[in-house]
């Protein structure tokens, strides 16, 4: 695959060309990148060997040139099948530390090949996490030893504890608790309509600061359910709106009848928030922001800044999407 000139799309040239190369199986086997559209040296290596049953063996990556003996790597242990199983025991990171995924006998988590717990060394080392399940696998609860934190969604009391899922097995309750100062950490509740689309998000611990902090949201979907309203703010009584003067954001999304999105509207507080396709039609690449605020779920906040123009201004991305240095701050743009 040959990447697009740097000087026209506005693509770093780190890279520029990436080949892959497949095993007998058709997987995947090696995947290279390259400083040249032709020839060239190699400027990042990856190769993946696979066991006889077609998994991962081994994950190898060489940051500066090709995968040798001494590229770093790690690598996976898994049963030979021997035993009706061909489920993973073991990591082995490249400093050398092995992370052990335990299967316990005393329940149901090794017949139903269920990670009952992660260890370090061995079985009888110290955990990492245990971890609890609902039917055949559901996890309902993750104990963290260390930090001592607990995921919860089986928070309830009597027979039927699990008051952080619904009959559809949707998270409605998520908790997170720390045991060790015997205080919530973390919950966030959610809410659905009748085809499964989450219409808002309240967070608990937030709101319930001294000087409370809303962090909940408001969503809303179009006719194909793609999401075309966010709001943030505080969460009325009936959770179907804000309450008035708290929206601290929000953000809208159009699209065409293809599902393409179309330039984002705000409403005030302006916080922009501006995800658009490149113009080489590379869809889903942030290619122009404002000055960044802060990164909030994944989706990086952003202040008002006096309009400037040209494509030169913006931030540079190399082919994969990753962000390599950022210029001076422009303003948007909307093809």
């Not at 194909?224 to 009325?236: A, E, I, K, S």
Request: one cysteine or more; a negative charge; proline letters at 5%.
């Amino acid at each position: 695959m040959t990447l697009p000139d740097p000087n026209t799309f506005n693509v770093g040239g780190n890279v520029l060309r990436i080949e892959h190369g497949y095993e007998v199986r058709g997987m995947v086997e090696q995947v290279t990148s390259y400083d040249s559209a032709t020839g060239g040296y190699s400027v990042n290596d990856v190769k993946f060997p696979y066991d006889d049953f077609g998994r991962l063996d081994t994950d190898k990556q060489e940051q500066l040139g090709e995968v040798s003996a001494s590229t770093l790597q790690v690598q996976y242990a898994r049963a030979n099948g021997a035993d009706n199983h061909a489920r993973l025991n073991t990591v082995t990171y490249p400093n050398g530390r092995v992370l052990h995924h335990e299967y316990s006998s005393s329940g149901n988590d090794s017949d139903l090949g269920r990670v009952s717990y992660l260890s370090e060394t061995d079985a009888n080392g110290t955990h990492y996490a245990d971890y609890t399940y609902l039917g055949l696998g559901q996890i309902v609860k993750v104990d963290y030893p260390q930090p001592d934190l607990r995921y919860n969604l089986a928070h309830g009391a009597g027979n039927d504890p699990y008051d952080g899922i619904d009959r559809f097995g949707r998270t409605v309750d998520l908790l997170w608790y720390d045991y060790g100062s015997s205080a919530d950490a973390v919950r966030i509740k959610h809410g659905y309509d009748r085809a499964g689309n989450r219409l808002w998000r309240q967070d608990v611990v937030s709101a319930a600061q001294a000087t409370p902090v809303y962090l909940d949201e408001l969503y809303a979907y179009d006719g194909m359910y793609q999401l075309t309203l966010l709001r943030r703010g505080q969460l009325n009584s009936t959770e179907d709106d804000l309450e008035t003067d708290s929206k601290t954001f929000a953000e809208q999304w159009s699209f065409d009848p293809l599902g393409e999105l179309h330039c984002p509207g705000y409403e005030a507080p302006v916080a922009v928030v501006l995800v658009e396709s490149p113009p080489h039609g590379q869809h889903g690449l942030l290619q122009h922001v404002l000055r960044v605020v802060e990164v909030v779920q994944h989706r990086i906040e952003v202040a008002e800044e006096p309009a400037l123009t040209g494509r030169d201004q913006g931030q540079e991305f190399i082919a994969q999407g990753r962000l390599v240095h950022e210029r001076t701050p422009p303003t948007f743009y909307c093809p």
